[in-house]
């Protein structure tokens, strides 16, 4: 269930939006209604109603004009979920659980203002089971948190991905891609790029436990809960080291490939905070 007193998600897409619909977004097109624009000649836009008497008055070659002002029109909010069995770790927090709470957050925000939102599951394949089409029914939030309360993360992988990008083609929409992006390069570059028309948001899922967090010394037990196994590793200090900076050295690759195709990635990890969120999206 959603708590209603917290804070929303602040989002604005990059750019201007097509369409003609009334929503929240900065739009392409100019109208009657909306935030101040310029002032263009009568012949371009012919509605007395919106004569700028000031301007029409100072032109010397006795033109008449009229005020134009910005239209402000919706946009589609996606949520593209990873749910490979990766996504099932639980270090300092439940990893599907924080999926869920920032999908149905997005949901209530998005719906809040009269944008639709959208999700799409997946692992080796699209997941039929975690499908909403978009809608800005303002009971959408609910469906979100029991769709995924009921999702399994079992998957080898999330090739599913690139077959989901199709589902999202036509206009521009807003796309959070939430995922431990533990994936081959190769995939990540291919999804980052199919989407990289949409004002794309990759959301990576972290957790201490898998780096800073590991002791200097000790036994570990690791999992690779994608079928690899389990193994039984003597941490130690320069394996630590070694392992820390590998990690630094993905994060890194994902940088740089989320910000050659959308946005840098946001880091959610221990909790949802959703003015965390929204900053990292307003400054990005």
């Not at 490979?84 to 869920?100: I, P, V, Y």
């Not at 080898?156 to 521009?172: D, E, I, Q, S, W």
Request: with cysteine; net charge positive; charged share 25%.
């Amino acid at each position: 269930m959603m708590d209603p007193s917290q804070p929303d998600i602040v989002y604005r897409p990059r750019g201007r939006l097509p369409g003609t619909r009334p929503g929240a977004h900065r739009g392409r097109e100019a109208g009657g209604l909306g935030t101040f624009r310029d002032q263009v000649p009568f012949l371009r836009m012919p509605d007395a109603r919106r004569i700028d008497v000031r301007a029409t008055l100072r032109d010397p070659f006795e033109g008449t004009f009229v005020r134009r002002f910005e239209a402000r029109t919706p946009v589609e909010v996606w949520a593209l979920l990873d749910l490979s069995a990766s996504m099932r770790f639980t270090g300092e927090a439940d990893r599907m659980a924080l999926a869920s709470a920032f999908c149905a957050g997005l949901a209530a925000s998005a719906t809040r203002i009269g944008d639709a939102f959208g999700l799409i599951g997946c692992d080796e394949g699209v997941r039929e089971d975690v499908f909403l089409a978009p809608s800005r029914a303002p009971t959408r939030a609910a469906e979100v948190a029991l769709r995924l309360a009921a999702a399994a993360c079992s998957g080898r992988g999330a090739g599913g991905m690139v077959a989901a990008t199709r589902r999202l083609a036509g206009r521009p929409k807003i796309v959070f891609l939430l995922s431990d992006f533990r994936w081959p390069e190769v995939l990540i570059a291919e999804v980052f790029a199919a989407l990289s028309l949409h004002d794309l948001v990759p959301v990576l899922l972290g957790d201490a436990a898998e780096a800073e967090g590991l002791p200097n010394w000790g036994l570990l037990e690791l999992d690779d809960l994608e079928g690899g196994g389990r193994r039984l590793v003597l941490m130690r200090p320069a394996l630590r080291r070694r392992w820390i900076a590998r990690e630094a050295e993905r994060l890194a690759t994902l940088r740089h490939l989320a910000t050659a195709h959308g946005r840098p990635p946001f880091r959610l990890a221990g909790r949802f905070d959703p003015d965390a969120v929204s900053r990292h999206f307003l400054g990005a």
